[in-house]
């Protein structure tokens, strides 16, 4: 299936709307019988309160350690295709502000290196999320919190 970078076949930062099915197209393959998806959605509460709206910053790095990431997860897992994106703006509840799909000749292999990505992604990609509550607070969470 290639090396590393030919296998993340996705990896970007955008302020246009998300889909899981795009990222499920970079990585559908014949070799492969599992594809594992994550869509992490704008949610209407955190912490016992209630959310109205986010909005994510990105270090203009994001994009290449996004990529990093995303070659990172492919190399760590033989076999694998990896697609990433991360959106940044103003969100509303309901929007994806993470999806990514990862596939793999077998499911186990799929479910670990999907979790793996987004955690990678959250502890590394350098984005950060500025929460607006319903009751007039505000609160910045670091690299997606």
Do not use: N
Request: proline content about 5%; aromatic content about 4%; charged content about 25%.
């Amino acid at each position: 299936m290639g090396d590393a970078a030919q296998r993340a076949r996705c990896a970007e930062i955008s302020q246009e709307p998300l889909a899981a099915e795009r990222m499920i197209a970079a990585v559908t393959d014949p070799r492969c019988g599992a594809v594992v998806t994550f869509d992490g959605v704008v949610r209407d509460h955190d912490g016992g309160r209630g959310v109205e709206r986010l909005e994510y910053s990105a270090h203009p790095s994001a994009g290449e350690v996004i990529t990093a990431v995303a070659r990172e997860i492919a190399d760590r897992y033989p076999d694998t295709l990896v697609a990433v994106a991360h959106r940044h703006g103003p969100l509303v509840i309901g929007d994806s502000a993470l999806v990514c799909a990862v596939a793999a000749p077998h499911r186990k292999q799929a479910f670990t290196a999907c979790d793996d990505l987004v955690d990678t992604v959250k502890q590394r990609v350098p984005i950060w999320k500025h929460q607006v509550f319903d009751d007039g607070g505000t609160e910045w969470v670091g690299a997606l919190g």
